[in-house]
C-alpha cells in the first residue's frame, strides 16, 4: 500500500472512530447521513486533490488538519460524493468548504418545507415592493414581467425564505450592485460562467446569501458560520476563493409573467395568481444550477 493510501486510511479510521465515540455521548448525525460512506468517498477524493504547487494534500497537510475537515464535514452532514462540500490546501492545512449545494442542504434540513425560488428583475419590469415600519420586512406589492423584457439586462433579484423562528417567509432583495459585488469574489475573475449563464448565476447568488443566513443564525450551527457574507470579514486569498461555477441551462417561461405576492411564485397568467403554491424538492446535484 502506498504511503499516500496509508495516511487516508489510518485518517479516516481515527475520524470514523471519534464519531462513534462523541454518539455515544449524545452526538446525533443528519438522518439519513451515512458518514462511513462519505469519509471513504472523501478520503478516496483527497488522493487526487492537491496544493498549488503539485503537491498532494495527503502528503502535505497535517494529519490533525485532515482529521478536523473530515470530522467537520461529518458533523455538518455533508461529502463530496454529492458535491455538498469541497477540500482546498491552504498551507500545510487542509480546509473543508461547503459547496452551493451543501449550503442548500444545511438550510433545508432546519427548514425542510422551505424551497429556495428566486425571482430574477430586468429592465422594464414593473416591481413594486413595500416595506413594514413596524418590522421592517418587505412585502411585494407586484412584479409583472412582459415576455420582451427576458433578454434585457437583470436590475435585481428576490426570494423569499423563513423567518429564522420559522413563524412565515420574508422577502429578500439584491440589486444589480449587490449582485456583482459577490460575483467580484469569484477567483474565475473574467466571470466567464457568470455572463453565459446569467440568470441562474444570480438566481444562485441570492439563495447561497439567504441560505448562509440562515444556516449561520442557527444556534445548532455556531460553530460552524461562514462569513462570507459578512462585510466586516477579512477577503480571501484570490486561489481560495469560491470558484464554484457549475450551471445547467433551462428553459425561459414563453410568456407573459405574474408573481404570487405571496410565495413569489412565477404564474402563466394573472388568473393562476391566487392559485396554491407547488412544493418541489431540490436535488443536490447540477441539475439544479
Known sequence: MS?????????????????DSMSKVGLSLPEGYNVTNAVKS??????????????????????VSIQSAL???????????????YFIVRGDKLCMTPSYFGRVKEARRIYPQWNPRATVIREGDEFIFEIDPATGEKRLVKHVQKFENLDKPFVGVYLYAPTLDGSHTEL??????????????????????????EERMVQKTIINSVCNMLVNSHPENSSFADNSDDPNAPEPAPEYADAEEIVEVKELPDAPQYVDTETGEIKESAQEQTAPAEHTSIADDDSDF
Do not use: Y
Open 42 to 63: 472523501t478520503l478516496l477524493n483527497l488522493q487526487e486533490v492537491k496544493d498549488r504547487n503539485g503537491k498532494p494534500a495527503l502528503e502535505v497537510c497535517t494529519p
Open 71 to 85: 470530522l467537520e464535514m461529518a458533523l455538518r452532514g455533508l461529502s463530496v460524493a454529492d458535491k455538498s462540500c
Open 172 to 197: 429578500h432583495i439584491m440589486t444589480k450592485a449587490q449582485v456583482m459585488k459577490a460575483w467580484a469574489k469569484s477567483a474565475n475573475k473574467s466571470l466567464t460562467t457568470h455572463r453565459e449563464f
Open 3 to 19: 504511503e499516500v493510501k496509508q495516511t487516508a486510511k489510518n485518517v479516516g479510521d481515527l475520524v470514523l472512530s471519534r464519531i
